[in-house]
């Protein structure tokens, strides 16, 4: 199956502080990219979906803002959670959909701490 | 009520039983439907994908696409303790221009020696 990629797989940082988490479509050009936050235990969350060269669409109640996405290129996005605070510590995965299978893959997630 | 539904379980079985886990849906526009894998503190892995009703066979896993029921089965043949993880469905309407996947709530399984 298609590999997507994501780096850091953990990041422990200060309350306060931006942190930036990459998402790479490895061996497929995708056209769409999903960002998701998951709970222990809980199912996945949507955050925002974009697709290459324009803005990402937000869910409702997620703050733009804080949680800056770039789809740079067909096998690159990026997720910047900014001013850290401890309540955004969570697991966040990427997921990319790409032509012409439609289906979507998910990145190994990464799990973020804020202190 | 939400638009996927799925046990979440756990459910519990031997190791060698045929596992069957299920979801059934109420909006009748889904058209693609997945069954995801996840392991702790991973993300998800797409085992199955279909678009059609009927039985989708790979390996150990079969795929069951009932439309007129808006109910989708994966089954595991000869169940292992390595296929312990949390299952999830997702389905996603036909027209592109909607690219939400929806997911059920995940189905965790348990496979004991």
């Known amino acids: 199956g298609a590999v997507v990629s994501q780096h850091p797989s953990w990041v422990i940082c200060k309350s306060g502080t931006s942190v930036k988490i990459e998402c790479r479509s490895l061996d497929f050009q995708a056209t769409t990219m999903f960002w998701y936050r998951q709970f222990p235990k809980q199912s996945l969350m949507l955050m925002a979906t974009s697709n290459e060269g324009s803005k990402a669409t937000y869910e409702q109640g997620v703050e733009k803002d804080k949680f800056l996405i770039n789809h740079a290129s067909l096998t690159l996005s990026t997720l910047t959670v900014t001013s850290a605070h401890p309540e955004d510590s969570s697991f966040y995965i990427c997921s990319a959909r790409g032509r012409p299978q439609e289906t979507q893959y998910f990145g190994p997630g990464t799990r973020l701490l804020v202190l | 009520q939400k638009e996927v539904e799925q046990d979440p379980g756990p459910l519990s079985v031997p190791e060698g039983a045929i596992v069957s886990l299920n979801c059934t849906y109420s909006?009748?526009?889904?058209?693609?439907f997945m069954w995801y894998r996840q392991y702790s503190r991973k993300g998800p892995e797409l085992l199955m994908y279909?678009?059609?009703?009927g039985n989708k066979e790979d390996g150990r896993f079969t795929a069951q696409v009932d439309k007129s029921s808006k109910y989708i089965s994966l089954f595991i043949r000869d169940s292992q303790p390595s296929d312990s993880a949390t299952y999830l469905c997702a389905m996603r309407r036909w027209d592109t221009g909607f690219q939400k996947l929806v997911f059920g709530t995940g189905t965790r399984l348990l496979v004991s020696p």
């Open positions: 279909t678009y059609s009703s």
């Open positions: 909006n009748s526009a889904f058209q693609y």
